[in-house]
């Protein structure tokens, strides 16, 4: 599971986790969006370890 995997980095390393409203214009959250973007449109993504793809049509 991709959470327990960043949890285990998480704790090696000095990380400040802060919380900011999206659709707010945001410059890191409009980049984000950019990028979740692009990446939904990628046909060649591996799919993560440990993910379960499920049926979308439930």
């Known amino acids: 599971d991709l959470w327990l995997?960043?949890?285990?980095l998480y704790?090696?390393?000095?990380?400040?986790?802060?919380?900011i409203k999206g659709h707010d214009n945001h410059p890191c959250n409009e980049r984000c969006?950019?990028?979740?973007?692009l990446a939904s449109m990628d046909s060649n993504l591996?799919?993560?370890?440990g993910y379960i793809i499920e049926d979308q049509d439930q």
């Open 5 to 8: 995997q960043f949890l285990e």
């Open 11 to 19: 704790k090696k390393h000095n990380i400040k986790i802060v919380w």
């Open 33 to 37: 969006d950019r990028l979740a973007v």
């Open 46 to 49: 591996k799919v993560d370890e």
